[in-house]
């Protein structure tokens, strides 16, 4: 059965308040929300092939939405770390700022999976509403579900 962007949600993957100011940093920092569930066990090796991948082929950053990611088998599952900060932080090749970050890992047997739900969170980015909730969304939890409501058949 594939796995739907709802089992990836998770609020204790969520900081609202992200303190870093450069993508690297951003990255290493979501990170260690997933290494602080045990989601990982390596953690520093996922984050040396996101900021790799970031270095290789920067993530374009729309409508101040970014998605670093790395497919590895460093992680076990699909993993999702959302952050977010008002400043926004710069991203890509142009550095355009990024007020929404949403950091994934996928191990190679789970890339199918990792388009589906990759392309779901695309989908509710590019929507000017779910996107505005989300930028004002006062909890971790209730960021979470804006995009599990969203995510919902209902909501799409």
Known sequence: MAIALADL???????????????ENAIRELVELLAATEEIAEPQNFAAEVIAREQKSPSVVELGVAFPHARTDAVPDILLAIGRKTAGVPFGAEGTRANLIFLIGVPQRLVNDYL??????????RNDEYRSRLLR????????????????????
């Open 9 to 23: 949600l998770n609020a204790r993957h969520v900081r609202l308040g992200l303190r870093s100011r450069s993508a």
């Open 116 to 125: 589906v739900c990759v392309g779901a969170l695309a989908r509710i980015a």
């Open 137 to 156: 969304a006062a909890t971790p939890e209730e960021l979470v579900e804006i995009l599990r409501s969203a995510s919902s058949p209902e909501g799409s």
